[in-house]
């Protein structure tokens, strides 16, 4: 069967009406989960899974799966608006969408981020289409040599995002890598820093962080300071319309992130964390004027968003081709199949090629229901921006602990999340990023147990991070972006 | 955190004592069960456990509803069992793992199985096969063994932790056969089942519904099964029990179980345990749970509490072993 053909079987299994309503339901309520800070896909789909038993399997894995995509375009929301990241990824988005709703141009923000998210996806599902096999061959390729100079290479590129000064952009990242260790180590079973604490053994809770050093910190510093609470009213619908300048500024992003994306969403994993900080540290790299950034560039929204939503087609890919979940929500939606009696593996796209182009073919649908969906309601969302902050604020907070709460169901994460707003608002005064700390809390124990591996399975033998050639095309990567600009420096002092 | 939670136990089941009679048994259960999973929505016993009491709720004619706490391998969803206990009405599913290997792999699981803990009945019991790369050319036991024991660390293996199942499975596996393997210790079977198949690894002991796809696909060999017995979901796997040399009486299972906070009533347990083993008898529940990659296992508490026992000695063993490297 051509590609084509498979296509149009698709498109036709997709387009039956007991299979798209349950596309439709599951995009809606994606993107609803989205917007609420913290509430993501995972709570969202775990609340779903016993609905999925009365129905098909076909079904039950595209309504998941427009959760899981949908959720993408309300973490935008969130981020833009109110600075309530609920992922890594959309802490990226933060970076410059946040400063363009200060400035009155939230509009703009919003509708860059939902063309660039449908624009990305669609790359998404093009790449997904053409290179299927070449990408699940990608991830059994991928050792822990691989990853753990990946990752090391994502967080060199990434370390100034977002801070002031370099020195700041590495201490954040540092405290992120220490924070990261806590729990149980993979590699020797050993706890570290628990304090007895069950609650701790696997690690802090990424919601809790997050939600903490971004919307606690920031609903504290709104709070002390009676001017930002000015700026929402400066709204109007016509700051919508992005201005010639901002049409010349967004395609080139969003093509550059949906590439990068596609790609690391295809790795089991941290993808979608990854590409999103990739997209935004090459386009404040490429772009002519990168002081910018931060204080709101509209690439810094584009590629990102782009990005994560690539991310979230691709990621796709090892699941459904090998069987093989790329993260925890993966394994969820694979659970799904599992009872129906459907053994996710190998065999599942020979075996039931409907599920896959049928998938594939809802993705599409899926983006499209989205994009016209979203943009209408543009327009709602700031207005949401018009609620006197003395009622905004506290729904913030108790939907951001109902967020945090809905993870593990644990009121120790309630406290926490307390505890980190606190730290992370003294980390608005000392101007230090936390979206960097964020990125080094979720690649730290990632290198440490992808680097210790290595050498495990090498015997100790260091030379096998330049033995394997990813390994070595990566360390390469890494020497070049460490020795770049020490060269631009010395071309200037000659 | 150990003294607040008693605390909360001491003053819950302080409550509940004023609030319910002593012969609350007879109308029991007069209000909705909660029954507390230690691992995520979708994962392999939440499923196991959402297949046995949706056909509870319908007996009991009360809902059921299964909260999930995931975290520490299972231990939390115990401990928030606890503190949620004494009204009769909280339960919980669990693996084998906090009930016979937890106590030793953590500082402080925060209960103690024998004390706190009333056995109600096993669910179901589920082997490991032990499966290598097609292309390793390793293609039966003896293969195995004989690759293995060239020397010390020859081959390399994949677990899902330090102490988790497959950890213990192929260390106890290696001490019957004579064998030291290098373990590389992974967070999910996705990571093992991706680092064998790509070669970076050599074994790894696996859930059969899990590696038979891969062997259907051509990418992976299945050597041996863990049971006692051949398991109706890989008829063809020959047991590793009385083959190349080992023991006959070999066996390693992975166990799911059906427990209640120790206050319970034990009418309340004899009324669960009639009924989730006549649930377990029904041959639709079997199939499923076959399809799921496990076999039931109905019994009595009693024989529960000696499995417990068992295993714990049995996996204390293997894990002194480990130490003692």
């Known amino acids: 069967m051509s590609t ?38 995972m709570a969202a789909i775990s609340l779903l899974l016993p609905l999925t038993f009365y129905m098909s399997p076909e079904a039950a894995l595209i309504m998941l799966a427009g959760v899981y995509y949908g959720a993408q375009y309300g973490g935008a929301v969130a981020s833009i608006l109110l600075r309530l990241p609920g992922t890594p990824q959309s802490a990226v988005t933060t970076l410059d969408g946040y400063p363009l709703t200060q400035q009155g141009r939230a509009g703009l923000a919003l509708f860059t981020a939902m063309i660039s998210s449908f624009t990305g996806a669609m790359i998404g599902i093009v ?368 | 955190m150990k003294q607040s939670t008693t605390l909360r136990l001491v003053l819950a089941s302080a409550l509940c004592s004023l609030a319910l009679p002593a012969s609350a048994q007879d ?70 793992g906090p009930m016979t290997t937890s106590q030793r792999m953590m500082d402080d699981t925060g209960f103690d199985v024998a004390e706190d803990i009333a056995p109600v009945t096993l669910l179901a019991t589920s082997p490991l096969v032990l499966a290598v790369a097609s292309d390793s050319g390793i293609e039966d036991l003896e293969g195995f063994i004989a690759a293995a024991g060239a020397e010390p660390d020859a081959l390399s293996y994949g677990s899902v932790g330090q102490g988790s199942g497959a950890h213990l499975t192929a260390e106890l596996f290696a001490a019957e056969a004579g064998l030291s393997m290098l373990h590389i210790p992974f967070t999910s079977y996705a990571e093992v089942t991706t680092s064998i198949i790509g070669g970076e690894i050599d074994a790894g002991f696996m859930a059969p519904s899990a590696a038979l796809s891969f062997v259907e696909a051509g990418t992976m060999n299945v050597l041996g099964i863990t049971s006692s017995e051949p398991f109706g979901q890989a008829p063809d796997v020959p047991l590793i029990a009385g083959s190349a040399g080992l023991p006959e009486d070999f066996r390693a299972e992975l166990w799911n179980a059906f427990i209640a906070p120790a206050d319970t009533d034990e009418a309340i347990i004899a009324r669960l345990n009639t009924e989730i083993t006549d649930i377990l008898e029904d041959p639709g529940v079997q199939e499923q749970m076959l399809g799921m990659g496990w076999q039931v296992a109905p019994g009595t508490p009693e024989s529960m509490a000696e499995r417990i026992a068992v295993d714990t000695e049995m996996w204390g063993a293997v894990i002194d072993r480990v130490e003692a490297q």
């Open chain 1, 4 to 41: 084509w053909e498979s296509l149009l079987l698709g498109l036709s299994f997709a387009l039956q009406p007991q299979i798209l309503i349950y596309c439709v339901l599951g995009v809606l309520l994606g993107s609803f989960v989205g917007v609420l800070p913290g509430i993501g896909a």
């Open chain 1, 127 to 494: 790449v997904l289409v053409v290179l299927a096999g070449w990408l699940s061959a990608l991830a059994t390729r991928f050792g822990a040599a691989d990853y753990a100079m990946m990752m090391i290479f994502g967080l060199v590129a990434a370390s100034t995002i977002g801070a002031t000064r370099p020195v700041k952009g590495f201490a954040m990242i540092a405290l992120g890598v220490l924070l990261g260790c806590i729990g149980t180590d993979v590699n020797s079973g050993a706890q570290r820093f628990t304090f007895g604490q069950a609650e701790l053994l696997d690690g802090l809770n990424l919601v809790a962080l997050a939600m903490g050093l971004f919307g606690v910190a920031e609903v504290i510093a709104n709070i002390r300071n009676p001017e930002r609470q000015k700026t929402a009213a400066r709204i109007s619908m016509r700051s919508l319309l992005p201005t010639r300048d901002d049409l010349r500024r967004i395609p080139l992003p969003i093509l550059r992130g949906g590439a990068l994306g596609s790609f690391f969403g295809a790795l089991p994993g941290t993808g979608s964390t990854l590409s999103a900080f990739l997209a935004y540290a090459t386009e404040r790299r490429l772009s002519r004027q990168p002081e910018r950034f931060g204080k709101g560039a509209i690439e810094g929204v584009a590629g990102p968003e782009a990005g994560n939503n690539a991310a979230s087609i691709t990621a796709f890919t090892p699941t459904l081709t090998l069987g093989i979940p790329g993260d925890p929500i993966m394994a969820l939606m694979l659970g799904a199949l599992i009872i129906h009696g459907i053994q996710p593996g190998p065999m599942m796209l020979e075996a039931r090629p409907e599920m896959f182009w049928g998938l594939v073919a809802s993705f599409a649908i899926g983006n499209l229901l989205l994009i016209l969906l979203n943009l209408p309601l543009i327009g709602i969302w700031i207005a949401m921006l018009r609620i006197p902050f003395n009622y905004l604020y506290p729904a913030i907070i108790v939907f951001l602990c109902l967020g945090v709460y809905s993870v593990r169901g644990l009121t120790f994460d309630i406290v926490l999340v307390a505890g980190i707003g606190l730290a992370g608002y003294l980390m608005t005064l000392a101007k230090l990023s936390p979206a960097l700390l964020l990125l080094g809390f979720v690649l730290g124990p990632l290198i440490e147990t992808n680097l210790r591996r290595a050498l495990l399975v090498a015997r100790g033998d260091p030379m096998v991070f330049l033995e394997r050639p990813i390994s070595a095309g990566f360390v390469f990567a890494i020497v070049v972006l460490l020795l770049f600009p020490l060269w631009r420096l010395w071309r200037r002092k000659a």
């Open chain 2, 27 to 96: 109308d029991w259960p007069s209000q909705p069960l909660r029954v507390f999973v230690g691992f995520p929505a979708g994962s392999s016993p939440d499923v196991l456990a959402r297949v046995v009491t949706e056909k509870l709720s319908e007996r009991l004619g009360q809902p059921v509803v299964i909260e999930n706490r995931p975290g520490a391998g299972g231990v939390i969803g115990i401990q928030q069992m606890l503190v949620s206990a004494g009204d009769g009405h909280t339960f919980g599913t669990t693996i084998n």
